[in-house]
T-cell receptor, first 113, second 114 residues
Framework: DVKVTQSSRYLVKRTGEKVFLECVQD?????MFWYRQDPGLGLRLIYF???????EKGDIPEGYSVSREKKERFSLILESASTNQTSMYLCASSRQVAYQPQHFGDGTRLSIL | AQTVTQSQPEMSVQEAETVTLSCTYDTSESDYYLFWYKQPPSRQMILVIRQEAYKQQNATENRFSVNFQKAAKSFSLKISDSQLGDAAMYFCAYRSWTGNQFYFGTGTSLTVIP
């Protein structure tokens, strides 16, 4: 089975801090994704990466950056955390073959105080 | 970008009964893939079922089946013999045949009443 591991289930940070969310997958997937999940808004794509060192902006990239130095690891960075970034963050990975689904991590519930 | 609409924010069903969750999408593409995902409370999102647009036959996975109407751009999920463990948020998702992105609906929260 595919395993997507997010480094923290719960995280509390302060406004202005630089925050790192880490995600690792063990199935050699080309694609990796970061989503934000808020009630009533579903999943909104922040960034995705289709290869090492490659990234593309999703629907809500403002205030975020990403890093993919190795194929298995995809990091989401909040450059200067703000309270409106309090949310559930989901990491996912997939093969580039179109019929393949995404596989998700457990999510990180991030609170910015 | 493709849009995916789930018009039922909340649904409920009696245990052992059948429920249908609706999903519509907007696309100009002819080849694509559709997925239903389940997210139980505080648990990982998992794939329930998928459908290839080029297949006319509706996908089935045990108690879960879809009603795929390509012309109407509709992709509903039917859960038969509902169980307490089916209680979850359900998301419909679209993936282009050529692209890497997935497009998700806003989700339907399903409650199963004992």
């Amino acid at each position: 089975d595919v395993k997507v591991t997010q480094s923290s289930r719960y995280l509390v940070k302060r406004t202005g801090e630089k925050v790192f969310l880490e995600c690792v997958q063990d199935m050699d997937h080309e694609n990796m994704f970061w989503y934000r999940q808020d009630p009533g808004l579903g999943l909104r794509l922040i960034y995705f990466s289709y290869d090492v060192k490659m990234k593309e902006k999703g629907d809500i990239p403002e205030g975020y950056s990403v890093s993919r130095e190795k194929k298995e690891r995809f990091s989401l960075i909040l450059e200067s955390a703000s309270t409106n970034q309090t949310s559930m963050y989901l990491c996912a990975s997939s093969r580039q073959v179109a019929y393949q689904p995404q596989h998700f991590g457990d999510g990180t519930r991030l609170s910015i105080l | 970008a493709q849009t995916v609409t789930q018009s039922q924010p909340e649904m409920s069903v009696q245990e052992a009964e059948t429920v249908t969750l609706s999903c519509t999408y907007d696309t100009s593409e002819s080849d694509y893939y559709l997925f239903w995902y389940k997210q139980p409370p505080s648990r990982q999102m998992i794939l329930v079922i998928r459908q290839e647009a080029y297949k006319q036959q509706n996908a089935t996975e045990n108690r879960f089946s879809v009603n795929f109407q390509k012309a109407a751009k509709s992709f509903s999920l039917k859960i038969s013999d509902s169980q307490l463990g089916d209680a979850a948020m359900y998301f419909c998702a679209y993936r282009s045949w050529t692209g890497n992105q997935f497009y998700f609906g806003t989700g339907t929260s399903l409650t199963v009443i004992p």
